[in-house]
């Protein structure tokens, strides 16, 4: 997409469809730089979080007084303790016996009263006291001997930084406190330490032996695999870059680290008092947007330099296709799109390319078609309504970004158009 009809696309938008409208034109941006530069491909994954977060918290130019709280019956959430115990719980993955996709809304009864609660209207006065709070409650887990809080702490204190070095700082305290936590047959505490290790190989804790005790322990799981993949390619070891591409096409099910990251956030905040389902999810999806998608800088050198090599181009086809169907985030199933396009463009494949170009504008609907426009206002009402976004986070662990919103569709369609709909205007 050019500049000039990028402009012209943002010119004749209000101000919140043109910060969802920039986090899409950057997304596929992305994917080109992915290409072409390391370096850019940094820079705009940085401002895909932090549009996303314009997107997320927009003040409409309304005056609707702020609500959030719905009738505590109405939750669908069990309680959360991060215990060791409670992990087993909790924060363990249940991808293994997955359930079916989560729609507690019969469409049969849209014509009675919706119980989604009220219309989330973003305050930014309000949100600063929560995040006053929620920070304040995570300092005192941060002093307390009991492991149930340590864990919350080192998994959800000093997500974002502002200076390298206090990164590297961070980074090396979290491997040295999930080492002593050793918790790695849960699948939450397996990803956090692999996708920090990935980031900060200085750590005398990041080795070979970590990564082989944790996938033994998630042999059959596609995501562990996926972030063992991208340790391996950062470290330049080639034969267990192939190996963990092998283990990936025979993986049985598929952990979301984003849906087990947000879900025990969303709880630990929830089990302190701290009352707003829709802020601690905002909250969440921008520490995830921010510091823990899978970057793809080793991956593309991989693949680009290696493309003569029949091995390296079947491995990296195979990366692509399992990026593609087994990836929870829309951007990592660009990136194994594209990854496939540059093994078919170098065999002069044009079939096949124009095959991936189809399935890549079906993951991505056209600007200001039917699917688009739908996929919009389903997802601004979902993200508007507590019980409604419980029940899409749900959804994600096993439909991924974008197909949980697929189960929920038709009911938001019909809430949308009853009188119990509010827009209480861009969040």
Same mark, same amino acid.
């Given at each position: 997409?050019?500049?000039?009809?990028?402009?012209?696309?943002?010119?004749?938008?209000?101000?919140?469809?043109? =910060?969802?409208?920039?986090? #899409?034109?950057?997304?596929?941006?992305?994917?080109?730089?992915?290409?072409?530069?390391?370096?850019?491909?940094?820079?705009?994954?940085?401002?895909?979080?932090?549009?996303?977060?314009?997107?997320?918290?927009? %003040?409409?130019?309304?005056?609707?007084?702020?609500?959030?709280? &719905?009738? +505590?019956?109405?939750?669908?959430?069990?309680?959360?303790?991060?215990?060791?115990?409670?992990?087993?719980?909790?924060?363990?993955?249940?991808?293994?016996?997955?359930?079916?996709?989560?729609?507690?809304?019969? #469409?049969?009864? @849209?014509?009675?009263?919706?119980?989604?609660?009220?219309?989330?209207?973003?305050?930014?006065?309000?949100?600063?006291?929560?995040?006053?709070?929620?920070?304040?409650?995570?300092?005192?887990?941060?002093?307390?001997?009991?492991? +149930? !809080? %340590?864990?919350?702490? &080192?998994?959800?204190?000093?997500? #974002?930084?502002?200076?390298?070095?206090?990164?590297?700082?961070?980074?090396?305290? %979290?491997?040295?406190?999930? @080492?002593?936590?050793?918790?790695?047959?849960?699948?939450?505490? =397996?990803?956090?330490?692999?996708?920090?290790?990935?980031?900060?190989?200085?750590?005398?804790?990041? $080795? $070979?032996?970590?990564?082989?005790?944790?996938?033994?322990?998630?042999?059959?799981?596609?995501?562990?695999? /996926?972030?063992?993949?991208?340790?391996? /390619?950062?470290?330049?070891? +080639?034969?267990?870059?192939?190996?963990?591409?092998?283990?990936?096409?025979?993986?049985?099910?598929?952990?979301?680290?984003?849906?087990?990251?947000?879900?025990?956030?969303?709880?630990?905040?929830?089990?302190?008092?701290?009352?707003?389902?829709?802020?601690?999810?905002?909250?969440?999806?921008?520490?995830?947007?921010?510091?823990?998608?899978?970057?793809? $800088?080793?991956?593309?050198?991989?693949?680009?330099?290696?493309?003569?090599?029949? %091995?390296?181009a079947q491995g990296c086809l195979d990366m692509g296709t399992a990026l593609e169907k087994l990836s929870h985030d829309r951007l990592s199933k660009h990136i194994g799109i594209s990854f496939q396009g540059l093994v078919y463009s170098a065999e002069g494949n044009t079939d096949s390319v124009k095959i991936l170009k189809q399935r890549a504008q079906e993951l991505q609907p056209e600007y200001l078609s039917d699917d688009w426009k739908k996929e919009i206002e389903v997802s601004k009402t979902v993200y508007q309504y507590e019980n409604l976004l419980r029940s899409y986070i749900a959804n994600t662990a096993i439909l991924g970004e974008?197909?949980?919103?697929?189960?929920?569709? !038709?009911?938001?369609?019909?809430?949308?158009?009853?009188?119990?709909?509010? +827009?209480?205007?861009?969040?």
């Open positions: 997409m050019s500049a000039k009809l990028a402009a012209k696309v943002a010119e004749n938008y209000h101000q919140g469809d043109k =910060a969802l409208l920039c986090v #899409i034109i950057i997304t596929k941006l992305t994917i080109h730089l992915t290409m072409k530069n390391t370096l850019s491909l940094i820079i705009v994954v940085t401002f895909i979080a932090l549009l996303s977060y314009l997107f997320f918290f927009n %003040k409409s130019a309304t005056d609707r007084a702020f609500q959030n709280s &719905v009738n +505590d019956n109405a939750r669908t959430s069990d309680n959360f303790k991060v215990s060791k115990k409670g992990a087993n719980a909790a924060i363990k993955s249940d991808t293994k016996n997955p359930p079916s996709p989560s729609n507690d809304f019969n #469409i049969n009864d @849209s014509a009675q009263f919706f119980n989604y609660g009220e219309c989330f209207y973003h305050d930014p006065e309000l949100e600063s006291r929560l995040d006053e709070k929620r920070e304040n409650y995570l300092d005192t887990l941060g002093k307390s001997s009991v492991k +149930d !809080d %340590k864990i919350a702490y &080192v998994l959800f204190k000093n997500m #974002i930084y502002d200076l390298p070095s206090e990164l590297q700082k961070e980074n090396r305290l %979290k491997i040295d406190a999930l @080492s002593e936590l050793n918790l790695f047959e849960e699948p939450l505490i =397996a990803l956090e330490i692999m996708h920090t290790c990935t980031i900060y190989l200085e750590s005398e804790h990041c $080795n $070979n032996q970590l990564f082989e005790e944790i996938t033994s322990q998630h042999r059959d799981d596609s995501e562990i695999w /996926l972030r063992a993949l991208g340790y391996y /390619l950062k470290t330049g070891q +080639d034969e267990l870059v192939f190996n963990a591409i092998e283990q990936l096409k025979q993986s049985k099910y598929s952990s979301s680290y984003s849906h087990l990251f947000i879900n025990a956030y969303t709880q630990t905040m929830e089990n302190a008092g701290i009352e707003n389902y829709n802020s601690h999810v905002f909250r969440a999806l921008l520490y995830y947007n921010f510091a823990k998608l899978p970057m793809y $800088n080793e991956a593309t050198a991989w693949c680009r330099d290696n493309l003569d090599k029949d %091995k390296y974008r197909g949980a919103f697929k189960p929920l569709e !038709d009911e938001v369609m019909a809430f949308r158009e009853s009188d119990q709909y509010v +827009d209480c205007g861009g969040f």
